[in-house]
């Protein structure tokens, strides 16, 4: 056998090489993969997934959602093949999000936020899926919602969303600055913020026009309050930093703290999120215009919430 002057074949030696480059690159594809599942457990957390899809094992969904509409269940989401998400394919879960509809092309009623999801990154939702598909899988079967008889068709679903749903990825705003659209992105779609800020109509539509305006009947029928710049019924008294300090801890500007359902939101999302982002919220809340809406004033089940004039 043919060796060199260090008596190792050159053989051996192309083998070697070989091996090395395919270690170094195993080890960069473990690293990317650990990456991208890591960025996902954040857009997991930024999202407010686990309020909904845990009620006592992670992801396995359950927990009631009492609405003006009926009491609804969010389903099982972990990657178990039977009664999971786990035989979903990337596509999928990003149809879902963009589109609300399962893979089976079924309607999602709009419990499910996709209406703010949709603006999530394909870059976001590519972490996300995989970090999900890298949870613990559970055998359990999603409990049935508990609607009305007439809501319980999700072939007129198609018909509700086509006038109150426009599928759409969040358009950056070159006009505006990059933290301020960083924190309309954790807003108007992670967050999803508007979905429980907002007011509905009668049958369910978001009111656009109040934004953020806060409402009286919202999840579990508590009162979500206004959120908006108005000094009377907002938030236009707090300065920035009782803002910042807000999402950060739950503290309110006179000391005390925010009700259970808001802490918890802000504990399992807000809380987590990097300085930065939440600076970015604060920043993207505080440049929204003030909108004069108090939910004390009148309750009206087919106007929602009235304007005190």
Request: aromatic content about 10%; overall charge neutral.
């Amino acid at each position: 056998m043919c060796v060199d002057e260090h008596g190792i074949a050159p053989v051996r030696l192309r083998w070697l090489a070989v091996s090395v480059f395919l270690l170094i690159a195993g080890l960069q594809t473990v690293s990317a993969d650990d990456a991208l599942v890591e960025h996902g457990r954040y857009i997991f957390t930024a999202a407010g997934c686990a309020a909904c899809h845990t009620q006592d094992q992670a992801l396995a969904g359950g927990r009631p959602l009492d609405t003006p509409f009926g009491t609804f269940y969010p389903p099982n989401i972990s990657p178990d093949t039977e009664q999971g998400i786990g035989g979903w394919s990337e596509a999928d879960l990003a149809r879902a999000l963009a589109e609300g509809v399962n893979p089976q092309g079924e309607h999602y009623y709009p419990a499910f936020p996709y209406t703010s999801y949709t603006r999530m990154t394909q870059a976001d939702v590519r972490a996300l899926y995989a970090y999900l598909m890298s949870q613990q899988p559970v055998a359990r079967a999603s409990r049935p919602h508990d609607l009305p008889w007439i809501l319980s068709s999700r072939k007129l679903l198609g018909l509700w969303k086509a006038g109150r749903f426009t599928p759409g990825r969040y358009q950056y705003d070159p006009g505006r600055s990059p933290e301020w659209n960083r924190g309309a992105y954790l807003a108007q779609a992670l967050g999803h913020c508007g979905e429980c800020h907002t007011p509905r109509g009668l049958l369910g539509g978001a009111r656009g026009n109040r934004y953020l305006a806060g409402t009286r009947s919202g999840p579990e029928g508590r009162e979500v309050p206004n959120i908006t710049r108005d000094m009377k019924t907002g938030i236009g008294y707090w300065s920035p930093a009782e803002q910042r300090a807000f999402l950060a801890s739950g503290r309110l500007p006179d000391g005390s703290y925010t009700g259970p359902l808001m802490a918890e939101v802000l504990g399992s999302s807000s809380m987590s999120l990097t300085v930065a982002d939440r600076q970015a919220l604060a920043a993207y809340l505080d440049s929204l215009p003030p909108i004069h809406h108090d939910i004390h004033y009148r309750f009206d089940p087919f106007e929602d919430q009235q304007l005190r004039e």
